[in-house]
């Protein structure tokens, strides 16, 4: 594998949907295994901890351990360690991911930080209002991800960075993303493989999120046309991905090809 050394997969809309295993994707992560290329699994799901989502791809057959993920909780967990240490935080998002944001305190009123995460039932006028609220009073919008929706077995269902971009409307401020696009959680994916992002492929639905993401930050991008994937989203989108493949069970064919 002369040109492709490691590959990030994007786990809903290319492994699975609805938690089901998509067509190919249980081989594939078996391929990558059998020659001994470098994987991780990165996603802006934030309902699930690590282990959770390893537990729960495993029932779907697919093989992965905890280790092998990364997630925007986790990226978000590392970034408010890093750039905003002892702050009051204050968090909107569906899951049960607060496993994953360890060493942070967690406040519901008068925080220095608003952390918006997947969107659920919770993002009620109610909620939103008191995130505006204490943006306004100064504090730091942050995003686990800016997914503005994803696609489930019932359907499209809306996500956090469409209330994002409401909030950095009304406030008149950017939130800074830690999941993808970030080129920072690329980067620290593809550090723990040892891959540099010349020699990586990062492999999504979201055209924007995890494709032209993953190419601004010098990956080789890959567009599966599962899961969220509309041809629609593919001619508005402001780049053009390296390669689109019908689904992640073209992935072997496409990395021998590069090689
Ligand atoms: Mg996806």
Redesign the pocket.
Known sequence: MGGIQGVLL?I???LTVSWRALPGAIETVEWLRERHVPFRLITNTTTHTRADLAATLRSAGIAVEAEEIVTAVVATASYLRAHRPGARVFVLSDGNARADLEGVTLVEEGADVVVLGGAYEGFTYEALNRAFRMLMDGAELIGMHRNLY?RTSEGWQLDGGAFIAGLEEATGRRAVVCGKPAAAYFESALSTIGVTPERAAMV???VVN?VLGAQAAGLTGVLVRT??FRPEDLERAPGVPDHVIDEVGSLPELLERLS
């Open positions: 994007d809903d809309g290319v994803w999504g639905d979201d995890d899961g969220k």
